[in-house]
């Protein structure tokens, strides 16, 4: 079955830390560009950030907002991503989602065609 | 840095159509594309490169994308359509999505 699992969440103090995991299966992970995106309870999406395939550098980006205290890894040994959040705040709270970049070759084809249940991070004292 | 904004919420009753917009400048000379998420649900993919349909979503989604506003239209809309509903586009090598339209049927 194609799909992706993420595991990590839980409840952390402020300005702790947490290193959220995204599990594929089903295709080839190590081709695929993988993007982290998250949604505060009640509210929209928002992207978190992406890295890219190996032949694409294992490039990571992340928006301005964030930049800093997150950081994208993988290990296409295991078809794993990671999501590793330190200086966690209150307002990290969200349920963190591992989506899938159809295809990184073409700008059409940017969009994300695979996501996960998500994971839910509670920042609390 | 680039926004796409949207209606708050749209309110149809069954079987009439349903129009989403999505604003942002210059959108038109990028790809859109929508997606649509169900309470206590991941988001699923309902619309790419403006105006494609991923296979297994039902033929009443539809897109268009000109000028500064990209548009999902779903004709005979059903219960079941009801959810929120989020555009998203590319800003050079940052993701932007829009703040989502909660769609009442």
């Known amino acids: 079955e194609v799909q992706l699992v993420e595991s990590g969440g839980g409840l952390v103090q402020p300005g702790g830390s947490l290193k959220l995991s995204c599990a594929a299966s089903g295709f080839t992970f190590s081709g695929s560009a993988i993007h982290w995106v998250r949604q505060a309870s009640g509210k929209g999406l928002e992207w978190v950030g992406q890295?890219?395939?190996?032949?694409?550098?294992?490039?990571?980006t992340y928006p301005a907002s964030l930049k800093g205290r997150f950081t994208i890894s993988r290990d296409d040994s295991t078809s794993t991503a990671h999501l590793q959040v330190n200086g966690l705040k209150i307002e990290d709270s969200a349920i963190y989602y591992c989506t899938r970049l159809a295809s990184e070759e073409w700008q059409k084809d940017w969009y994300f065609d695979l996501w996960g249940r998500g994971t839910l991070v509670t920042v609390s004292s | 840095s680039y926004e796409l904004t949207q209606t708050p919420s749209v309110s149809v009753s069954p079987g009439q159509t349903a129009t989403i917009t999505c604003s942002g400048d210059n959108l038109g000379n990028r790809f859109a594309c929508w997606y649509q998420q169900k309470p206590g649900q991941s988001p699923i993919l309902v619309i790419y490169?403006?105006?494609k349909r991923p296979s297994g979503i039902p033929e009443r989604f539809s897109g268009s994308n000109s000028g500064n506003t990209a548009t999902l239209t779903i004709s005979g809309t059903q219960a079941l359509d009801e959810g929120d509903y989020y555009c998203q586009a590319w800003d050079s090598s940052t993701v932007v999505f829009g703040g989502g339209t909660r769609l009442t049927v």
């Open positions: 490169q403006d105006n």
């Open positions: 890295i890219r395939s190996k032949a694409k550098t294992y490039a990571t």
